[in-house]
């Protein structure tokens, strides 16, 4: 069979541990058998990292930019138990901060669907789509220690003027102080790009923050929203017959419990983070929950949404073999291939990420995956096998050569 040719690389952002691990299966069982791949590489591994000053990552943020799609693998995002684990200099930040933020972009997540894995809410018949802000608040921000007798105060200067405010008194306690930031341009982009998916899923829009409380910062993110909705978006969502809703992030959690899904939900940085993590485990397994960022530019980053599964790669360190779900990471390739060829209209390539996506689903609607799903199958007449990850993809291959 003669490769699927492609005609622009994609930025291929490789990563850590057991996700790095099957990143190759992936690539050796799954896409280079079937098509000629042509990718920018960058290794982001936390070692690679560490080399480079995290140069790397900036400059596969910058590839992403140019080139318009990436597929990321999950990376370790350091903390103090990693500094000594990999002997680091510096406690990167997260790659996945830094991109998010060089783009400027809002992550899409949506659940896989499979039918045998029934959502723990049992309301929900169709997928949540949760759209996390990516820029921004305590993912950017500065934090302090504070003595006992101290204080800590916000500062605004804007020329000659400068306004103070008392965050807090130490006279008592020593404590921690914290401040974070957002800007309007980003708050909008991330509207636009929200209204904008909604449009062309031809689903919902709900937003919710905690304005109540945080009357000037949260009120900020719905007053943009409201203005970018009424200004820009209004007409063609009654076009489209779908709303925009706003509503307070405790009322949303109660209704999206309540709801039948099929709408997106736009979550500012830390609500979406937690959140999207929930619905990744209501909707079955985090191995089963897809994420997207696009920018506001309309670039393209694909990846899982889980992470490294370290204590897999312990296992796979000792020669065990693991039964890591590899789903979502094929996803992060699919979607990835399958925009590259929206992109440069070469629909075979497109048609060719779909089948793949359809022939994971089909194998394990047969009955054929990993451990983590097999935990949680319930088919009538369908009795489900647990398989290592290597064949696993190994019969998504065999069955896709079929298919094709
Ligand atoms: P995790 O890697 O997602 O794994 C948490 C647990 O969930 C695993 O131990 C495993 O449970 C289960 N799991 C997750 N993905 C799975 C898969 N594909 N197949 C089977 N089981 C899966 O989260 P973590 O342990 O909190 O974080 C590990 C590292 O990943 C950290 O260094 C963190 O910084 C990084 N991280 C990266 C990203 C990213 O790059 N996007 C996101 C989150 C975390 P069992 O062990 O019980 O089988
Ligand atoms: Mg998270």
Redesign the pocket.
């Known amino acids: 069979m003669e490769k699927i040719k492609m005609i622009t690389p994609i930025a291929e952002l490789d ?3 057991m ?1 790095r691990v099957v990143w190759q299966w992936i690539k050796d069982i799954l896409i280079l058998p079937f098509v000629d791949l042509k990718s920018e590489y960058y290794d982001l591994s936390l070692t690679n990292r560490e080399k480079t000053a995290d140069q790397v990552t900036k400059d596969a943020a910058t590839a992403i930019d140019r080139l318009g799609v990436g597929v ?1 693998c ?4 350091p ?1 103090a138990q ?1 500094v000594a684990e990999y002997n680091l200099t510096k406690m990167w930040k ?3 901060g830094t991109i998010r933020a060089a783009l400027d972009g809002t992550v899409f997540r949506e659940p896989i669907m499979v039918s045998g894995i029934t959502p723990l809410v049992s309301g929900w018949t169709s997928p949540i789509i949760i759209a996390r802000h990516a820029y921004g608040d305590v993912y950017k921000d500065v934090e302090a220690i504070c003595p006992k007798g101290s204080k800590a105060e916000l500062v605004v200067t804007d020329g000659d003027k400068e306004t103070r405010y008392l965050i807090a008194d130490y006279q008592k306690s020593a404590g921690v102080a914290l401040g974070m930031h957002n800007l309007d341009g980003s708050i909008r982009s991330f509207a636009k790009s929200c209204f904008n998916y909604a449009l062309s899923k031809k689903q919902d829009l709900w937003f919710s923050s905690k304005d109540t409380i945080s009357a000037t910062y949260d009120h900020r993110f719905k007053d943009i929203f409201q203005e970018e909705y009424d200004l820009n978006y209004k007409d063609a969502f009654e076009k489209a017959g779908i709303t925009y809703f706003y509503t307070l992030i405790d009322d949303a959690v109660a209704r999206v419990m309540r709801s039948k899904g099929g709408f997106i939900w736009a979550c500012k940085n830390y609500d979406g983070d937690v959140m999207s993590d929930m619905l990744a485990t209501a909707f079955g ?3 089963m929950m897809t ?1 997207v960022l696009v920018s506001p530019t309309g670039k393209y980053e694909y ?10 790669y312990y296992r796979h360190l000792k020669g065990e073999e693991t ?4 789903i ?2 094929i996803f992060a390739w699919t979607g990835a291939l399958a925009k590259r060829g929206e992109l440069d209209c070469a629909p075979e390539l497109t048609r060719f990420a779909h089948l793949l996506e359809k022939t994971t689903i089909d194998t394990v609607e047969k009955g054929y995956m ?1 451990g ?1 799903l097999k935990a949680i199958f319930r088919k009538e007449g369908v009795e489900p096998v647990a398989l290592t990850t290597k064949a696993f993809l190994q019969m998504i291959a065999d069955n896709l050569s079929e298919a094709l």
């Open positions: 990563g850590d541990e996700t990321k999950a990376t370790i995002t903390n990693r997260s790659p996945n397994s985090l191995a994420s990846e899982a949404a889980h992470g490294t599964v370290t204590r897999h039964g890591t779900n590899p979502a990471t990993t983590d």
